[in-house]
């Protein structure tokens, strides 16, 4: 079974910042598309950043301002957030795409989700 695990987030006031990070555990043979997804109360979920094997794609609500990266090695991806706003205020979810075997489909797999909350 493979898991991912969130850790970070929680309150920061307006023009601040907070990191995420996701790791996952299990037999993993690759995983090319690592990414964050954010979803507010009331609203859909929608893709933050995300890595492509080596292209990043960001969405304009974000740009500027977050910073996706991942170490390979462990498995990981992170999420720097910088001069966070109100608007940004959700549940942050990690997803990946995983293959555990070289010939195998990628299977989605979420993180289970970390509050984020920007208020004063």
């Known amino acids: 079974q493979v898991q991912l695990v969130e850790s970070g987030g929680g309150l920061v006031q307006p023009g601040g910042s907070l990191s995420l990070s996701c790791a996952a555990s299990g037999s993993i043979f690759s995983i090319n598309t690592m990414g964050w997804y954010r979803q507010a109360p009331g609203k859909q979920r929608e893709l933050a950043p995300a890595?492509?094997?080596?292209?990043?794609n960001y969405a304009d609500f974000v740009k500027g301002r977050f910073t996706i990266s991942r170490d390979n090695a462990r498995n990981t991806v992170y999420l720097q957030m910088n001069s966070l706003r109100p608007e940004d205020t959700a549940v942050y979810y990690c997803?990946?795409?995983?293959?555990?075997?070289?010939?195998?489909?990628?299977?989605?797999?979420w993180g289970q989700g970390t509050q984020v909350t920007v208020s004063s």
């Open positions: 890595m492509i094997g080596g292209r990043t």
């Open positions: 997803n990946m795409k995983i293959m555990l075997t070289g010939r195998g489909p990628e299977y989605d797999r």
